[in-house]
Antibody, heavy 115, light 107 residues
Framework: VQLVESGGGLVQPGRSLRLSCTASGLAFGDYAMSWFRQAPGKGLEWISFIRSNNYGGTTGYAASVEGRFTISRDDSKSIAYLQMNSLKTEDTAMYYC???????WGQGTMVTVSS | DIQMTQSPSSLSASVGDRVTITCRASQDITYYLNWYQQKPGKAPNLLIYHASKLETGVPSRFSGSGSGTDFTFTISSLQPEDFATYYCQEYHDLLFTFGPGTKVDFK
């Protein structure tokens, strides 16, 4: 099983970025997926999940990102996305995707929000 | 929302020591608790799920116990590769809140 995040980079405050999490080696459509982040030198923070479409594909968000971030999935491509809008400097972090059980994690993609 | 606390925030120990970390939830989460190990620059690694179930391939020196609001994570005999930060995480309310972490370093 491999999860590979992509799409991170340097972005100005107020701008948008879309992260992708490409999965291989697992029946992606059967898994609920989550995004997590870790600011430099700080602890882990869960930010969003999306259930399998078998369970309605419902989503959830942490209060810190609700209304600004949107999670989605494309099971035909085995990809989970995180659309991040209205980015703030405090969104600077390593972003990880993982299955919602916590067993599978990617290696992360760094997002830096700075002018 | 459920709040998670961990204690201590850091500890210094030697190889062979028994290490215990506690995690407390602000409300009853039954047994919906994970424990992770994270090393610098790496993604977290799931060690314990359902509060006490050892993930496949994880050494038996790691264990977890507890239910409700109070949980314990133990390393029975600390090994050199165990120096890391450990996090608890609840998954009772689908907000997947993490504890603040416990850093285990060399005495």
């Amino acid at each position: 099983v491999q999860l590979v995040e992509s799409g991170g980079g340097l972005v100005q405050p107020g701008r948008s970025l879309r992260l992708s999490c490409t999965a291989s080696g697992l029946a992606f459509g059967d898994y609920a997926m989550s995004w997590f982040r870790q600011a430099p030198g700080k602890g882990l923070e869960w930010i969003s999940f999306i259930r399998s479409n078998n369970y309605g594909g419902t989503t959830g968000y942490a209060a810190s990102v609700e209304g600004r971030f949107t999670i989605s999935r494309d099971d035909s491509k085995s990809i989970a996305y995180l659309q991040m809008n209205s980015l703030k400097t405090e969104d600077t972090a390593m972003y990880y995707c993982g299955d919602s059980s916590g067993f599978y994690w990617g290696q992360g993609t760094m997002v830096t929000v700075s002018s | 929302d459920i709040q998670m606390t961990q204690s201590p925030s850091s500890l210094s120990a030697s190889v062979g020591d028994r290490v215990t970390i506690t995690c407390r939830a602000s409300q009853d989460i039954t047994y919906y608790l994970n424990w992770y190990q994270q090393k610098p620059g790496k993604a977290p690694n799931l060690l314990i799920y359902h509060a006490s179930k050892l993930e496949t391939g994880v050494p038996s020196r790691f264990s977890g116990s507890g239910s409700g609001t109070d949980f314990t994570f133990t390393i029975s005999s600390l090994q050199p590769e165990d120096f890391a930060t450990y996090y608890c995480q609840e998954y009772h309310d689908l907000l997947f809140t993490f504890g603040p972490g416990t850093k285990v370093d060399f005495k």
